[in-house]
Each structure stands twice: as structure tokens, then as C-alpha cells.
């Protein structure tokens, strides 16, 4: 999952918490929150941190209620959790590659699940683009497909300064797979009629596009994010129907920033209330 260090919505203070009482090579975490603390969300103090991105994501999912998510590349679990906090009935399925991370992810599951402990999340560890056959026992539609799939792969280039850190670099860094690999792959774990949702930089988004329409996807949107009024936006929301054969669409997107850098009164009900984006509705009507 692709992002930047920026925490969103941290608990004031953190609180670090060790591991090493379980592992001694088990990373420290921190907790925090998400959602204006609807969202309890703990994630690792060094390495890969929860940017906007996720939140940003889970808000554009035009899931109904009894509907089934894929999230691949979930990192702790931000994007699905987010999702669930706005969309309480919907069943979702996360795939991540680093071992720690994982486990991070069904820590945040347990710590949001019903008082009762049930919850309609869960994680599987894969390495996209390989997805384990195993998954279709996850998801309750008859030929084991989801009704959405959504994803921030890894898209920063591989010839650039590579993180020290590996869980950063495994999260962030396009060096084993190409963002096109992923979307391919996630073509087929979608119903006929099903979204595809990918956050992406806006460098990688006509190849996204093509791929989508090479693998039988099409009425394909694009939703801007733009830093600010009059920038160019560097992060772009791209949104395909398997099957679909809709127009293409450019939609207005959500400005992030005001000139002073605080969120605009847009972005804050995304980031801190959990409302859906803006254009919403319009955004996960399928235009066959």
C-alpha cells in the first residue's frame, strides 16, 4: 500500500507500545486513530506510515449492505476499517505480503470489532500479483468473486533511492511488480458488474486505464486529488466496472488543502467524519 509518513489522526500523545515481550525482533507500534477517533488504528513507529490514501479510498466504495470487498496491498488494515466504520454490513477480505504487518492488521480488526468480538473482516498473507487459491473460501458468492476490489499498489519507481527499511520499501516501492500487475490480477476476483477502485499516482494512470480495458473492465472514471486550488494533482482515484461499457469520465475530484494547508471543509468530512466523497453517488453508479 502506497503512502506517505503523515499519521492520520493520531491519538494524542502516541503511546509506543514493545512488542519484545512477545518477539524480540517484533517492531515497536504506536497508537493512534483514524476517522476523528471513530477508528482505533495502530501502526508501527518506524518504516511505512498510514497516509491519506486509504481513507481517501474507502470513502469512494459504493458498497451495499451484505456486499463483499478485496482490499490487496491492505498494510494494517486502514482502508477496510475506514470502509467498515461507514458501511457497518459489508464483509471485507485484506491480502498482505509482510508477515508483522498482518499481524498488526488483525490486531486493529479485533480492537474495532463488536463488543461481542465478532467482526466481517479478516486478512489472508499473499504477495500480489500471486493470490492464493485459498481465497475463495473467503467470500461467500458462489464462484468465490467479491463485489469490489480496491487497491493502492505500489507504484514509486525502483531506479530511485530505495528506503532502508524493507517494510517501507515492500509497501512503497514498484521493484518486484508493476502496478499493472496488480490490476490485472485483481481483474479476476471481481463478480460481472463489480467496481475496481485503484489510488494511483497520476504518472501511472493511463497505464492503469489500459490495462483495465485489456482484462474486460470498462466505464472507467478518474477522480482527481488536488493539493490544492489551482495544482496539479499528483494522486488520482481510478474507478472500472468489469464488464462495464460506460463512457469515460473525468469528475470534478475533491481539493485536499487550503492555501494555508489546513484540510478544506471537503476533505475534513472524508478524513475526520467518514463520509463518503464528494460526487459519490455519481461516482459508483456503473455506466454500462
Known amino acids: 500500500m502506497s503512502g506517505s509518513r503523515k499519521t492520520v489522526n493520531p491519538l494524542p500523545p502516541p503511546n509506543p507500545i514493545s512488542a519484545s515481550a512477545f518477539s524480540v525482533q517484533a517492531p515497536v507500534r504506536e497508537e493512534g486513530s483514524l476517522l476523528g477517533g471513530r477508528v482505533r488504528y495502530d501502526q508501527f513507529i518506524e518504516g511505512y506510515r498510514t497516509g491519506l490514501e486509504p481513507v481517501l479510498m474507502a470513502a469512494s466504495i459504493p458498497a451495499k449492505r ?138 501511472i494512470a493511463d497505464r492503469a486505464c489500459q490495462t483495465l480495458l485489456e482484462n474486460g473492465c470498462g466505464s472507467i472514471q478518474l477522480y482527481p486529488f488536488w493539493p490544492r486550488a489551482g495544482r496539479e494533482a499528483k494522486l488520482v482515484l481510478v474507478r472500472a466496472v468489469h464488464g462495464g461499457r460506460g463512457i469515460f469520465r473525468l469528475r470534478a475530484g475533491l481539493v485536499l488543502h487550503e492555501a494555508d494547508g489546513r484540510f478544506t471543509a471537503a476533505a475534513e468530512r472524508v478524513l475526520r467524519d467518514g463520509e463518503a466523497l464528494p460526487e459519490g453517488q455519481d461516482l459508483s453508479r456503473p455506466c454500462f
Open 66 to 203: 451484505g456486499e463483499t470487498v478485496l482490499e490487496a496491498g491492505c498494510g494494517a488494515g486502514a482502508a477496510l476499517l475506514c470502509l467498515a466504520a461507514r458501511l457497518a454490513e459489508i464483509s471485507g477480505v485484506g491480502l498482505e505480503a509482510d508477515p508483522e504487518t498482518l499481524k498488526l492488521a488483525e490486531r486493529n480488526i479485533r480492537a474495532n470489532a463488536d463488543p461481542d468480538g465478532a467482526t466481517r473482516l479478516q486478512v489472508l498473507q499473499a504477495h500480489l500479483p500471486d493470490i492464493p487459491k485459498s481465497l475463495r473460501a473467503l467470500t461467500p458468492t458462489a464462484n468465490g468473486r467479491f463485489h469490489h476490489v480496491m487497491a493502492n499498489p505500489p507504484w514509486h519507481s525502483p531506479h530511485g533511492t530505495p528506503s532502508p527499511d524493507s517494510r517501507r520499501r515492500l509497501a512503497l516501492s514498484a521493484e518486484t511488480t508493476a502496478p499493472e500487475d496488480w490490476v490485472r490480477a485483481l481483474t479476476k476476483w471481481v463478480l460481472p458488474g463489480g467496481t475496481l477502485t485503484f489510488v494511483l499516482s497520476t504518472a
